[in-house]
Nanobody, 122 residues
Framework: HVQLVESGEGSVQAGGSLRLSCAAP????????MGWFRQAPGKEREGVAT???????MYADSVKGRFTIARDNAKNTLYLQMNSLKPEDTAVYYC?????????????????WGQGTQVTVS
């Protein structure tokens, strides 16, 4: 079982920025597909961004050009830089890891999850 711990919870005004972090002690990020997902009240969990083992990224259309997923292997930390935030970005954000081949933007394909961190944009 992989332990993932998100941080960076916050409330910002529309147009602002936040950076989320996902710490995974002992995890070798380059051997996993890593992803950020979010779930708004009353909605299903959706994919935000993924980062595969080779460093390729995939983004949901709704966040392209505004969000950036990145990792720091030395710190065993995954990041999600969120700029130009909109009220519709309000959700609980989750970090996830996938050991199998492939790096899809679908929550059902990820078995390891963090506890989530709240992002509120007003």
């Amino acid at each position: 079982h992989v332990q993932l711990v998100e941080s960076g919870e916050g409330s910002v005004q529309a147009g602002g920025s936040l950076r989320l972090s996902c710490a995974a002690p002992g995890l070798t990020y380059w051997s996993y597909c890593m992803g950020w997902f979010r779930q708004a009240p009353g909605k299903e969990r959706e994919g935000v961004a993924t980062l595969d083992r080779e460093g390729s990224t995939m983004y949901a259309d709704s966040v392209k050009g505004r969000f950036t997923i990145a990792r720091d292997n030395a710190k065993n930390t995954l990041y999600l830089q969120m700029n130009s935030l909109k009220p519709e970005d309000t959700a609980v954000y989750y970090c996830a890891a996938r050991a199998q081949r492939g790096c899809p933007l679908y929550p059902a394909n990820f078995a390891n999850w963090g506890q989530g961190t709240q992002v509120t944009v007003s």
